[in-house]
């Protein structure tokens, strides 16, 4: 097999003669070296001027969806318009240009601010600021949760495991009956007893509170919802009343204020459970407030895990 | 002249891919116009409503149909209002008031979001979360009921029930959010009393429920979430067919 030729192979790969043609090259592989000195002092000058002036880098166009960019940073058109009705109530279109540039004048101004909040460390040495950012945090968890819209199977599982949430509020229209302080005859034990034997055989309320000196303690009068009912009556009445089904009696009970009173159902409603369909609004925020904390929880394990945490040996709980 | 296949298809290949581009460039002109032309200008452009229409219908489905509806009429179950009539319970529905809507949601947690008030649940022990407010009895809550009823031209089984609960409307509070008209205050997104303003369901159960136990509707915020051009179709959109309806 030939060899190629030398000459024929150089002539090959000789550089075509036109734009450069005139520029005698350096030999033995200095062109090289020449060239990549001159990128390394093109890049080194490109950082230096992005490392020490933020213009350096700024870009040149403004995004559309961007009002401004300050450093980089963007400040939103739609927040700009936000803050054009928070300040003025006016949209863009009937904005005066004075309004627009207060707008816009304030907004750069207060980026500008944050920016050098950041840089002189402020969530490290101001509480209010640390507590803003911390808020911060724990709204934009609660705008993730509230994103992931819970699908209606979700929802009624919660509704169900958690039934005795969506009870309606019950109410009650009871008689609490005690001895008038006037009335002679037998003590009160035997007085309300008789009563309570009276109303159990039918006989009409009024003519049992006459018939036995009995008067109404005036703790809880016309309908009353269960938790009103509980606070005026006191426990152990509201416990004897709210068992009973309209027209039942309960007692002679014995209360706190250590009198015996006679209770008269007059009608009772109990809690029952409202349908999802009702309650689904409230079943929804009950979920979300579930997701809210569990999802709180796993960040704070989350960031707790990746810290690294030393705790001062002296100061240990 | 013969023409070979390979170059055929170079042809087609070269030709398709700048059909594309042309496409990908006039659609990124039109995405900067719709952002950059001011809002309500934008909603009177009609190409940019057609645009607006074509970028917005696809996000609406994705995200918003789920509680507004297929055809965003709304849904009692959820709650959610019907977003293409004439009623807006949050702002007055020019197009910067829905794209704050959907950019911060309503009691979404968002910073800026709608959270001014709710509905209080007025046979609870403590009706309302954010100031003192007094319970009703449940005779009360009918009452209040039958006039609500009655202004929306619905018998009341009983005339004097109304009638106390007239009185009920401004001893409640209920005229504070509602306004004495009952014709709703979008500024807090208090919704009209009066018909297509029930967001819960019209019936006598459905009310009664919503004066005993509260409402608070929740709508995430959607900021960093869509892009604004999409949030900005999406506003123009429903302007649009809320303007038309």
């Known amino acids: 097999m030939n060899s190629p030729d030398p000459a024929a192979v150089a002539a090959r790969i000789a550089p075509a003669p036109g734009l450069f043609s005139g520029i005698s090259w350096p030999a033995d592989g200095r062109l090289s070296l020449v060239l990549l000195g001159l990128g390394a002092v093109l890049g080194l000058l490109a950082a230096g001027f992005s490392l020490f002036t933020a213009k350096g880098t700024a870009t040149r166009s403004v995004p559309a969806e961007y009002i401004a960019v300050v450093n980089q940073r963007p400040i939103y058109v739609s927040d700009y318009l936000d803050q054009l009705m928070t300040q003025f109530n006016v949209s863009i279109e009937n904005a005066s240009v004075e309004q627009r540039r207060t707008v816009l004048d304030e907004m750069i101004r207060e980026e500008l601010f944050v920016q050098r909040g950041l840089e002189l460390d402020e969530p490290s040495i101001d509480p209010d600021v640390r507590n803003a950012l911390v808020s911060a945090v724990q709204a934009q968890i609660a705008v993730d949760a509230t994103s992931q819209v819970p699908n209606d199977a979700e929802l009624t599982a919660f509704y169900r495991a958690h039934l005795e949430r969506y009870s309606s509020i019950g109410y009650m229209t009871v008689a609490d009956l005690i001895q008038r302080p006037d009335a002679g005859g037998p003590a009160a034990g035997e007085s309300l007893t008789n009563a309570a034997a009276a109303l159990h055989s039918a006989q009409p309320l009024a003519v049992v509170k006459t018939r036995f000196g009995l008067e109404e303690s005036g703790a809880a009068v016309g309908e009353q919802v269960y938790f009103a009912a509980k606070l005026h009556l006191g426990d152990r009445l509201f416990a004897a009343a709210a068992g009973l089904k309209s027209g039942e009696v309960a007692g002679p009970v014995k209360a706190e204020d250590g009198r015996l009173h006679l209770l008269y159902m007059v009608a009772n409603t109990p809690p029952q459970p409202r349908t999802f369909a009702l309650a689904r609004n409230e079943v929804y925020g009950d979920y979300r407030q579930d997701l809210l904390r569990r999802i709180r929880d796993r960040e704070f394990k989350y960031l707790e895990g990746r810290a690294d945490i030393r705790i001062n040996r002296a100061y240990q709980p | ?245």
Request: hydrophobic share 45%; charged share 20%; glycine share 8%.
């Open chain 2, 1 to 245: 002249m013969r023409v070979r296949t390979p170059h055929v298809l170079l042809v087609l290949l070269v030709a398709a891919a700048g059909a594309l581009a042309v496409r990908y460039l006039q659609r990124a002109q039109m995405e900067q116009r719709l952002l950059e032309t001011w809002p309500e200008s934008a909603a009177l452009d009609p190409a940019l409503v057609q645009f607006a229409a074509d970028r917005a219908v696809p996000a609406l489905t994705e995200h918003c149909a789920v509680c507004h509806g297929a055809n965003l009429h709304g849904d009692t179950l959820h709650g959610a209002p019907d977003l293409v009539d004439k009623e807006w319970i949050f702002g007055e529905g020019r197009v910067v008031d829905i794209e704050q809507t959907i950019n911060h949601g309503i009691r979404s947690g968002d910073h800026r979001d709608h959270d001014l008030a709710d509905m209080p649940g007025f046979l609870r022990a403590a009706p309302y979360a954010r100031y003192h407010i007094d319970s009703l009895q449940p005779a009360e809550i009918d009452d209040l009921a039958a006039f609500i009823l009655q202004m929306n031209g619905r018998e009341a089984a009983d005339p004097r029930a109304a009638s106390r609960g007239k009185a009920l409307f401004n001893k409640a509070l209920c005229y504070d959010c509602h306004t004495e008209s009952a014709q709703g205050d979008p500024s807090i997104g208090a919704p009209s009393l009066l018909p297509h303003g029930w967001l819960f369901g019209s019936s006598r159960d459905a009310l009664v429920d919503v004066i005993s136990y509260g409402r608070a509707g929740i709508c995430p915020a959607w900021a960093g979430r869509l892009p604004p051009v999409t949030v900005r179709a999406i506003a123009i959109y429903l302007h649009d067919r809320s303007e038309k309806s």
